[in-house]
């Protein structure tokens, strides 16, 4: 049985707390795909609550698009309907880094320059093709 909008919305402010879930029209209208508004935007800011946000979502059946910088949110198929949009931004952190293996791990929402000034700290760089 499908909960109730606020008790969703309040299911998902008990997983990010209240500063990290976002449901005003301006940002709504900000982070539609390909037109497409989500009911909610969580921000989840560990790896437990984006397993939480998950669980719940798949639950209840909503449709969730992840979300990184937004760059790239046209492409693919335009969404039938995004009940949320799961921002990883707030998971940025470089969790592992051994400069001798020239290996590192990074949380899904590490942005490219993040991670070039870390490895830059020990003299090396992400070789990667420019974007575009």
Same mark, same amino acid.
């Given at each position: 049985?499908?909960?109730?909008?606020?008790?969703?919305?309040?299911? %998902?402010?008990?997983?990010? $707390?209240?500063?990290?879930?976002?449901?005003?029209?301006? @940002?709504?209208? @900000?982070?539609?795909?390909?037109?497409?508004?989500? /009911?909610?935007? #969580?921000?989840?800011?560990?790896?437990?609550?984006?397993?939480?946000?998950? @669980?719940?979502?798949?639950?209840?059946?909503?449709?969730?698009?992840?979300? $990184?910088?937004?760059? #790239?949110?046209?492409? $693919?198929?335009?969404? /039938? /309907?995004?009940?949320?949009?799961?921002?990883?931004?707030?998971?940025?952190?470089?969790?592992?880094?051994?400069?001798?293996?020239?290996?590192?791990?990074?949380?899904? $929402?590490?942005?490219?320059? #993040?991670?070039?000034?870390?490895? #830059? /700290? %020990?003299?090396?760089?992400?070789?990667?093709?420019?974007?575009?």
């Amino acid at each position: 049985m499908a909960v109730s909008s606020p008790a969703l919305r309040e299911a %998902f402010t008990e997983i990010v $707390g209240g500063d990290h879930l976002i449901d005003h029209a301006a @940002a709504l209208d @900000a982070h539609a795909v390909d037109g497409v508004r989500p /009911r909610w935007i #969580a921000r989840p800011g560990t790896e437990e609550e984006v397993s939480g946000i998950m @669980a719940l979502a798949c639950a209840e059946r909503l449709a969730v698009s992840p979300r $990184g910088s937004g760059s #790239a949110v046209s492409l $693919g198929n335009p969404p /039938r /309907r995004v009940d949320l949009i799961v921002d990883v931004g707030r998971l940025c952190a470089v969790t592992e880094y051994v400069p001798e293996d020239m290996v590192a791990s990074v949380e899904a $929402g590490t942005t490219l320059g #993040a991670l070039g000034e870390e490895l #830059a /700290r %020990f003299g090396q760089m992400l070789a990667l093709d420019p974007p575009g």
